[in-house]
T-cell receptor, first 111, second 115 residues
Framework: QQPVQSPQAVILREGEDAVINCSSSKALYSVHWYRQKHGEAPVFLMILLKGGEQMRHEKISASFNEKKQQSSLYLTASQLSYSGTYFCGTESDYNTDKLIFGTGTRLQVFP | DAGITQSPRHKVTETGTPVTLRCHQTENHRYMYWYRQDPGHGLRLIHYSYGVKDTDKGEVSDGYSVSRSKTEDFLLTLESATSSQTSVYFC??????????????FGPGTRLTVL
C-alpha cells in the first residue's frame, strides 16, 4: 500500500516549473519529501503535517490536502541541481512510528 | 550529517551464506530503520527499532532478522542470502526535535550482491 507518485518521470529545461504529486489511500498524519541523487542516500527536503502550513525549501514548496490524502511538490524555476529522484514518505494516523515511501519521480533538468 | 555510518559499504556474497549489515549512530537516537531500495520499488521498510531490544517488522521482513543490543547499533542479518536480496540497503534514524516536526535521516547505504 505504497503511496502513488505521479508522474513517474519529468524532463525540464532550466527555469521551467514542475509539480510532483503523492497520493495515499490511508488517512495521513504527515508527508515527508526527499530527493536522491544517483548513487547517494536520500536527503530530507521538508515535511507537511496535518493541519500545518505549506512548506518551502529554497525554490521548492509543498502542500498537503488532508481531505484528498494528497501532497504536491512544486519546483519553481528549476535549476540543474534539482535533478534527481524525488520520494514522498507518508506517515499514517494510526502508526506514526514509520514512513511508507512512494516509488519515486525521476526529474531531469537540462541546460 | 546525522552521524550515521553503515558497514560494509559494498559486499558480494554467495547464495546460502549468512550476511550481517551494521548501522551505527553517534547521537543516541531512539528509532532506527532498515530499508531496501530496488529499481521500480522505491524504499521499502524491512524492520525498525524503537529502543534497545525493541523491534518490529516492516513491509518486506521475510528472510531478514534484526538485533539491537545497544542504542548506537542496529544489525540486519540475512540468515541465508538469496539472489532476490541483492539490493542497496539503507539505514535511517528518526530525529525528534521537540517543538518541531520529526523526520528520518539516512546513512550512506550498503550495496549487497548475492551471486
Amino acid at each position: 500500500q505504497q503511496p502513488v507518485q505521479s508522474p513517474q518521470a519529468v524532463i525540464l529545461r532550466e527555469g521551467e516549473d514542475a509539480v510532483i504529486n503523492c497520493s495515499s489511500s490511508k488517512a495521513l498524519y504527515s508527508v515527508h519529501w526527499y530527493r536522491q541523487k544517483h548513487g547517494e542516500a536520500p536527503v530530507f527536503l521538508m515535511i507537511l503535517l496535518k493541519g500545518g502550513e505549506q512548506m518551502r525549501h529554497e525554490k521548492i514548496s509543498a502542500s498537503f490536502n488532508e481531505k484528498k490524502q494528497q501532497s504536491s511538490l512544486y519546483l519553481t524555476a528549476s535549476q540543474l541541481s534539482y535533478s534527481g529522484t524525488y520520494f514522498c514518505g507518508t506517515e499514517s494516523d494510526y502508526n506514526t512510528d514509520k514512513l511508507i515511501f512512494g516509488t519515486g519521480t525521476r526529474l531531469q533538468v537540462f541546460p | 550529517d546525522a552521524g550515521i555510518t553503515q558497514s560494509p559499504r559494498h559486499k558480494v556474497t554467495e547464495t546460502g551464506t549468512p550476511v550481517t549489515l551494521r548501522c551505527h549512530q553517534t547521537e543516541n537516537h531512539r528509532y532506527m530503520y532498515w530499508y531496501r531500495q530496488d529499481p521500480g520499488h522505491g524504499l521499502r521498510l524491512i524492520h525498525y527499532s524503537y529502543g534497545v531490544k525493541d523491534t518490529d517488522k516492516g513491509e518486506v521482513s521475510d528472510g531478514y532478522s534484526v538485533s539491537r543490543s545497544k542504542t548506537e547499533d542496529f544489525l540486519l542479518t540475512l540468515e541465508s542470502a538469496t539472489s532476490s536480496q541483492t539490493s542497496v540497503y539503507f539505514c535511517a534514524i528518526r530525529d525528534v526535535d521537540l517543538g518541531k516536526s520529526d523526520t528520518q535521516y539516512f546513512g550512506p547505504g550498503t550495496r549487497l550482491t548475492v551471486l
